[in-house]
């Protein structure tokens, strides 16, 4: 479920024009909607695209405030009391596969996935299931993993990301904190 102005809503639900509720920037439009199914197979023989696994609650009281399933780069808000991680000033972005500890945050089995990603103007963090989480930030090497149709539907929206790099025209809503 995410937080838009009309209350939290599925995610499947959402489409372009949408207003996200977001922690620093009020009500942002959802500019581009991309999806990415990993079937078994696929998860075969690339089992670090399978989903991580974050219980009710793993983040904090009703953070988030169901089970949710999402890929193992999506990042949330933490700050430094919610994790074994260095975290530099109040609050980071962590990916969710750093937050693995085999009993509230773990791998899920399954057969497949879907991944839904949303894209505002700029990198922003939302609110997803009661949890803060981040908006889609498409840096250099997320843009080199898109397929063509992906990348070309982002370029079309932002031409600047080509020419100026995403990783200018997409700064971190948030300092990004990788394992050490």
Not at 27 to 42: A, K, M, P, T
Not at 76 to 84: D, G, H
Request: charged share 30%; with cysteine; proline share 5%.
């Amino acid at each position: 479920m995410i937080g838009t102005e009309r209350g939290e809503v599925p995610v499947e639900t959402l489409r372009r024009g949408d207003r996200l509720v977001t922690r620093d920037n009020g009500l942002q439009r959802v500019h581009w909607i991309g999806r990415r199914d990993v079937d078994y197979s696929e998860l075969l023989v690339e089992p670090s695209l399978a989903p991580i696994l974050l219980r009710a609650g793993a983040l904090g009281e009703g953070r988030p405030y169901r089970d949710i399933l999402v890929s193992p780069s999506h990042r949330f808000l933490i700050a430094p009391e919610q994790s074994f991680l260095t975290i530099e000033g109040d609050e980071a972005l962590v990916a969710a596969r750093h937050l693995i500890d085999g009993r509230t945050v773990r791998r899920a089995k399954t057969l497949g996935v879907s991944y839904l990603h949303l894209l505002c103007a700029s990198h922003e963090v939302i609110l997803a299931d009661g949890a803060w989480t981040e908006s889609f930030h498409p840096d250099d090497r997320i843009m080199r993993g898109l397929g063509n149709s992906q990348r070309r539907e982002i370029l079309e929206l932002f031409p600047e990301v080509e020419t100026m790099g995403a990783a200018v025209r997409f700064k971190p809503a948030r300092d990004i904190v990788e394992r050490q």
